[in-house]
């Protein structure tokens, strides 16, 4: 019996629209099942198992990789490189072995990516060419009782050794969430750091831009009035540029 994945949906080429590969061509596969619950989940379709869990697919390693191709193929026969992000819910709860060494065989290079909050490191992490660890503050119902560091730790300790690049991400809603990432700096060290606005939107199709400047507009004017001067600001560049949270963007 063959190995399957719990897929949400796999979609792109899309651009990555949030952190350090923010713009960059990106398919995703998206992984059912999360530890959390954040109250400002922007995915709750790939995390709530009762609502949701009977649209999900099962799919094997070939058949992720026979789609991930099939979407990336143009027809220009061109056979470029490009990225794959590994999202959810949260990707680090699977064995992803057999899925990242079927990707990699196949005869389309792709770089591989994972988006976790942080919660597990499997040892798995290590084959990737980017990680974006995203640890949930106080906006969306988590402090630091909930911060595992030594888990944090192994994720900086692939960045510290050069093994894969690693960023960590938080999402600033309000002074809390900006407490929490306080508390977490010197242990991040020289970690890239990315700050994002919290999505209060959630629940409308159609997003208001204005607000989006204003909550991009206030977290900029926090980052620099705390000297943050490490800290790299940007919105969620598919929600600016689709004007909508719909999925698949
Ligand atoms: S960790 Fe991410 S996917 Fe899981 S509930 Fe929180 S925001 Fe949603």
Not at 18 to 47: H, K, N, S, W
Not at 100 to 123: C, H, N, W
Request: glycine share 8%.
């Amino acid at each position: 019996m063959k190995n399957t994945y719990p897929i949400v949906e796999i979609f792109g080429p899309v651009v990555q629209g949030e952190g350090e590969l923010a713009g960059l061509p990106t398919i995703f596969v998206r992984l059912g099942g999360c530890d959390y619950r954040c109250t400002q989940c922007d995915t709750m379709y790939a995390v709530d198992t009762a609502r949701y869990k009977h649209q999900w697919q099962k799919l094997t390693a070939a058949e992720i990789t026979n789609t991930v191709l099939a979407l990336a193929d143009k027809g220009m026969g061109q056979n470029r490189p490009i990225n794959v992000t590994f999202s959810g819910g949260n990707p680090a709860l699977f064995d992803l072995v057999e899925l990242i060494d079927t990707l990699r065989a196949a005869p389309r290079k792709f770089t591989l990516s994972m988006e976790t909050q942080g919660s597990v490191y499997p040892e798995w992490a290590a084959l990737l060419d980017h990680i974006c660890v995203s640890p949930k503050g106080p906006s969306m119902g988590y402090d630091m009782k909930a911060i595992n560091l030594d888990v944090l730790g192994h994720y900086c300790s692939l960045w510290e050794h050069g093994v894969v690049p690693v960023y960590f991400k938080f999402v600033i809603g309000n002074r809390a969430d900006l407490a929490l990432y306080l508390s977490l700096e010197d242990f991040l060290s020289d970690v890239p750091i990315y700050f994002q606005p919290v999505n209060t939107q959630l629940y409308s199709e159609e997003v208001d831009l204005n607000i989006l400047r204003q909550q991009y507009s206030d977290l900029v004017d926090l980052t620099l009035s705390s000297e943050l001067y490490h800290v790299t600001v940007l919105p969620q560049l598919h929600v600016w540029a689709s004007g909508s949270n719909g999925r698949g963007i």
